[in-house]
């Protein structure tokens, strides 16, 4: 009798609709039935709205049945799942699914596809094929490839991930260290959880090729702490690739020696910030640094250091491997390459949406993301995590792209879509705003320690009608104190999110509380 593989994932989103229970029931099943399936925990897809997402792998294809529930698994063998039998369930080849086969998948190309945990998986889909070309090819054309291609961090600030890189290799230091961060603390995102849940050895290949670029032989991923899942899966695929000889010292025979730890955060959001993340990792209280210096040149422990976001770091392989060219020809202007968009918030299809830059936001929520879940409209869309601004209903066809959204006064940040129907009070989200930057404020300085405190009161009076007038004027001129004289971005861009609430959805202050 032959073994069937039937895919179920192992992902937290889709662990937390049941894919658990699905795979013991699908187990369960088989050895009722007499069936020999392997049974592979892969990782998600993306399309969290059709978890958990089941797969059968038949001959060449992967026969994929959507939203299974563990009690549909006995009317799914009745019907022949292990055969690809139909089912109402059953979507089909999972590579004809027109939502995943129309992205443009170059960093989680391997998301739902490979066992996360096997390195043979990992190479047989050109797995460190990307860190042999950076062997062969040499420091200093790892670092050019990574330039020629436009990469730009996709942690939020947009930096170029080449004179970043070049920085630290120039920089002359016994030691330096790859800081990758893994904190994605921004509301409404999970891609890089998507990609170490999915494809972990992807980030692992795309550090040690930082540090094989820039000199470094130690790397760390910040991780956040609200990620346990994430953690194991981590953890057990770094072991896998230092078992294999991918990590450690004299990585195959490279005379090229790199290692990664993981470091868990503890639930503050202003430690993604990359220098209050270096204190973090140094053992001290998260709190930002000023700069200079730029962590590039004395960073973690006083050392050159490269802080990159997960998906900036898992982008880099297919660089080196596949040509900055390639990368360079997706994307439009200074915005090359793709990014993974995360639709979250009152969406029909939610889930993570990898596309060149240029799309618009319009064609994102309402092609992929089939508009509202309550099939209300549209109010409001937060791009860019809680520092986002509120995009109105007519800013909807703005461009996804770092310039296009910079000259709205937005931020594409690390690709968070949050939407907003017509029942959503703006008053309120402004309000949360200030609310949200008081509470995670570091409290180094003064315009964002008692400026978010101080913001929260101006609002509550706005809602309340209390002197409406007066409380906007001095709202306008606290968010302008704010963003001029604040250390960092969190006090410096939380005005964004109270702007455009200011400029788009006013009303809402009226249609809250007492009169003007
Ligand atoms: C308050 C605050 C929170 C941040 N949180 C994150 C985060 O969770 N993940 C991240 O990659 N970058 C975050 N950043 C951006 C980092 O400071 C930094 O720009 C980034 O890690 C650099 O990597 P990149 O160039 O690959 O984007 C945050 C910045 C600020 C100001
Ligand atoms: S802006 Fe806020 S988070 Fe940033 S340094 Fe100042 S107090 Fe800390």
Redesign the pocket.
């Known amino acids: 009798m032959s073994t069937t593989r039937v895919y179920v994932p192992r992902e937290t989103a889709s662990v937390s609709v049941g894919a658990d229970e699905v795979a013991l029931a699908v187990a369960t099943q088989a050895k009722q039935s007499g069936a020999r399936i392997e049974l592979i925990r892969n990782g998600s897809w993306g399309a969290s709205w059709l978890e958990p997402l089941v797969e059968v792998e038949i001959g060449e294809q992967r026969i994929a049945y959507g939203n299974v529930a563990a009690s549909d698994v006995p009317g799914l063998f009745a019907a022949g799942l292990l055969e690809g039998g139909d089912h109402e369930r059953r979507l089909g080849p999972v590579n004809e699914i027109d939502w995943l086969v129309k992205q443009d998948r170059w960093t989680l190309f391997r998301c739902g596809l490979v066992d996360p945990a096997s390195v043979d998986s990992f190479r047989e889909r050109g797995g460190f094929a990307g860190l042999e070309a950076a062997f062969a090819a040499g420091r200093a054309r790892v670092i050019e490839a990574v330039t020629d291609s436009g990469l730009r961090g996709r942690g939020g600030a947009g930096f170029p991930a080449g004179i970043k890189w070049q920085t630290v290799a120039n920089a002359d230091a016994d030691r330096k260290y790859i800081a990758c961060n893994a904190d994605e603390g921004d509301s409404g995102t999970f891609s890089d959880r998507l990609l170490m849940e999915g494809d972990p050895m992807c980030l692992v290949e795309g550090m040690a090729i930082a540090g094989f670029a820039t000199g470094a032989s130690k790397g760390y991923i910040y991780l956040r702490s609200e990620y346990p899942l994430t953690h194991r899966i981590l953890a057990r695929a770094i072991e896998a690739v230092r078992d294999a000889g991918w990590l450690g010292e004299d990585i195959q025979g490279s005379g090229f020696s790199f290692d990664i730890d993981v470091h868990l955060g503890a639930g503050s959001y202003?430690c993604g910030?990359e220098t209050a993340m270096l204190e973090s990792l140094e053992g001290k209280r998260g709190?930002?640094r000023a700069k200079p210096p730029l962590p590039a040149v004395a960073g973690l422990f006083g050392k050159p250091t490269v802080v990159n976001n997960v998906i900036t770091l898992a982008s880099v392989p297919n660089i080196v491997r596949l040509g900055a060219d390639r990368y360079a020809a997706m994307g439009v202007d200074r915005s090359t390459g793709t990014l993974p968009f995360q639709l979250a918030g009152n969406i029909r299809r939610g889930g993570v949406v990898e596309k060149a830059f240029g799309l618009s936001l319009r064609e994102l929520i309402e092609d992929w993301g089939g508009g509202t879940a309550s099939g209300r409209p549209v109010k409001a869309v937060q791009v860019g995590g809680p520092l986002g601004a509120y995009l109105s209903e007519n800013q909807l066809d703005t461009a996804l792209d770092y310039e296009s959204f910079t000259a709205i006064g937005a931020m594409l940040g690390h690709g968070g879509i949050v939407v907003f129907d017509d029942t959503a009070n703006m008053a309120q989200q402004a309000r949360f705003a200030m609310e949200f930057c008081a509470i995670e404020?570091?409290?180094?300085?003064t315009?964002?320690?008692i400026g978010s405190t101080r913001g929260v009161e101006v609002i509550d009076r706005m809602i309340a009608g209390d002197d409406r007038e007066g409380n906007y004027d001095l709202l306008v001129e606290l968010c302008d104190t704010m963003e001029h004289a604040?250390?960092?971005a969190?006090?410096?861009m939380t005005p964004y999110p109270v702007r455009s609430i200011l400029e788009h959805f006013a009303d809402d202050f009226a249609s809250t509380g007492g009169s003007r």
């Not at 404020?441 to 300085?445: V, W």
């Open positions: 202003v910030e709190i930002v404020s570091c409290g180094k300085c315009p964002c320690r604040s250390l960092c969190m006090g410096g």
